[in-house]
């Protein structure tokens, strides 16, 4: 089968891009030709890249990404279009679909329906978008029931898996407070400080880490001067920090599954979140999902202080994490393609 993503893909960092990667990666194992049209330009085989100017990127990766969509799907005869978010992603699925004839999935990933959805212009290409795919899946059972409850239609839940070659404990000593995380509203940074503020408050000087970048990272430094927050930016091998870290805090209320929170999980690290629909499902049967700022502070400050309780969390959430696998998940894909094609679902 010849399987087209659009989508994020790396070396752009995030959860979209690590998700396609993987996902591409165990299909090719399961015996699949997966090609990709991305954004960021990659020198990867069987990864089309579209060139496209720094303002109004969407906008031009409609047209460029049409346009060199068709002729990947007329050179490598795809069989079936998979589009990874419901913007301009699923856009570009629908038109090719439309005028390939060929047909299409989309996988919608948290934000664009927590978030974008709810905007007034980019809700109404999310919905557009929603409307034109007959095959939905979501990356977690919360986005599945929503979306069945907006569209009044079935939608497949297949979860987000985890590289366990790369997140695993280690016996390494442990260190720090960690946030992970695109520094952009979304996924609200500005609680990690307030967290961090509230826990120097009460005494601890436990150092605190921020991985990511964003348009955020200037301010987010400035106000957190003198609280011992040490900003990496971006960094490719973040197994090597959460392996460490005593506790990570996840701090966005719209994550749709988490997987920082979950490659987190798989190293033995316990995480420590703000409710969101990704953090209750991965952690709310943990309780380690809450529901305020000052509910987060204090069980940080337990962790930190009380090692049999880390020690207890650690192994917690390190078990929860076996429950996922990206082989698990390209299996479940899979077969929803071979019934698409064959049966017609």
């Given at each position: 089968?010849?399987?087209?993503?659009?989508?994020?893909?790396?070396?752009?960092?995030?959860?979209?891009?690590?998700?396609?990667?993987?996902?591409?990666?165990?299909l090719?194992?399961?015996?699949?030709?997966v090609f990709v049209?991305?954004?960021?330009?990659?020198?990867?085989?069987?990864?089309y890249?579209?060139?496209?100017?720094?303002?109004f990127?969407?906008?031009?990766?409609?047209?460029?990404?049409?346009?060199k969509?068709?002729?990947?799907?007329?050179?490598?005869r795809?069989d079936?279009?998979?589009?990874?978010?419901?913007?301009?992603?699923?856009?570009?699925?629908?038109f090719?679909?439309i005028?390939?004839?060929?047909?299409?999935?989309?996988?919608?990933?948290?934000?664009?329906?927590?978030?974008?959805?709810n905007?007034r212009?980019?809700?109404?290409i999310?919905k557009f978008?929603?409307?034109?795919?007959?095959?939905?899946i979501?990356?977690?059972?919360?986005?599945?029931d929503?979306?069945?409850?907006?569209?009044?239609?079935n939608?497949?839940?297949i979860?987000?898996?985890?590289?366990?070659?790369?997140?695993?404990?280690?016996?390494s000593?442990?260190?720090?407070?960690g946030?992970?995380?695109?520094?952009?509203?979304?996924?609200?940074?500005?609680?990690?400080?307030?967290?961090?503020?509230?826990?120097?408050?009460?005494?601890?000087?436990?150092?605190?880490f921020?991985i990511g970048?964003?348009?955020?990272?200037?301010?987010l430094?400035?106000?957190s001067?003198?609280?011992?927050?040490?900003?990496?930016?971006?960094?490719?091998?973040?197994?090597?920090?959460l392996?460490k870290?005593?506790?990570?805090?996840?701090?966005?209320?719209?994550?749709?599954?988490g997987?920082?929170?979950?490659?987190?999980?798989?190293?033995g690290?316990?995480?420590?979140?703000?409710?969101?629909?990704?953090?209750?499902?991965?952690?709310?049967?943990?309780?380690l999902?809450?529901?305020?700022?000052?509910?987060?502070?204090?069980?940080?400050?337990k962790?930190?202080?009380?090692?049999?309780?880390?020690?207890?969390?650690?192994?917690?959430?390190?078990?929860?994490?076996?429950?996922?696998s990206?082989?698990?998940?390209?299996?479940?894909?899979?077969?929803?393609y071979?019934?698409?094609?064959?049966?017609?679902m």
């Amino acid at each position: 089968m010849n399987i087209l993503f659009i989508g994020e893909y790396p070396p752009k960092i995030g959860g979209i891009s690590t998700h396609i990667y993987y996902l591409k990666k165990e299909l090719k194992n399961l015996g699949q030709n997966v090609f990709v049209l991305t954004y960021s330009p990659s020198s990867e085989e069987n990864v089309y890249s579209t060139r496209l100017p720094n303002k109004f990127r969407g906008f031009f990766f409609i047209i460029f990404g049409i346009i060199k969509g068709i002729i990947i799907i007329r050179k490598n005869r795809i069989d079936i279009i998979h589009s990874h978010f419901a913007t301009t992603p699923g856009l570009v699925g629908v038109f090719l679909s439309i005028l390939t004839r060929k047909k299409r999935i989309i996988t919608v990933h948290g934000s664009d329906v927590n978030v974008f959805l709810n905007k007034r212009f980019m809700g109404k290409i999310v919905k557009f978008v929603l409307h034109n795919h007959s095959v939905i899946i979501a990356v977690s059972p919360y986005l599945a029931d929503k979306l069945q409850e907006i569209l009044k239609k079935n939608i497949i839940s297949i979860p987000n898996g985890v590289d366990k070659f790369r997140f695993y404990p280690d016996n390494s000593q442990k260190k720090g407070i960690g946030f992970i995380g695109a520094l952009v509203n979304e996924k609200n940074p500005q609680a990690f400080i307030n967290i961090i503020r509230k826990i120097r408050a009460k005494g601890i000087d436990e150092p605190a880490f921020v991985i990511g970048n964003g348009y955020l990272k200037d301010e987010l430094e400035q106000i957190s001067s003198g609280l011992n927050i040490n900003f990496l930016g971006e960094i490719l091998d973040t197994e090597n920090y959460l392996k460490k870290f005593k506790v990570v805090i996840s701090t966005s209320t719209t994550e749709g599954f988490g997987l920082s929170i979950l490659d987190s999980m798989a190293c033995g690290t316990p995480v420590v979140s703000l409710k969101s629909p990704g953090s209750n499902y991965l952690l709310g049967d943990l309780n380690l999902s809450l529901d305020n700022e000052e509910s987060i502070t204090d069980l940080v400050e337990k962790i930190i202080k009380d090692s049999s309780l880390r020690s207890d969390l650690s192994k917690k959430v390190f078990e929860k994490s076996k429950l996922f696998s990206w082989d698990k998940c390209a299996i479940g894909v899979l077969n929803i393609y071979k019934d698409y094609l064959n049966k017609g679902m």
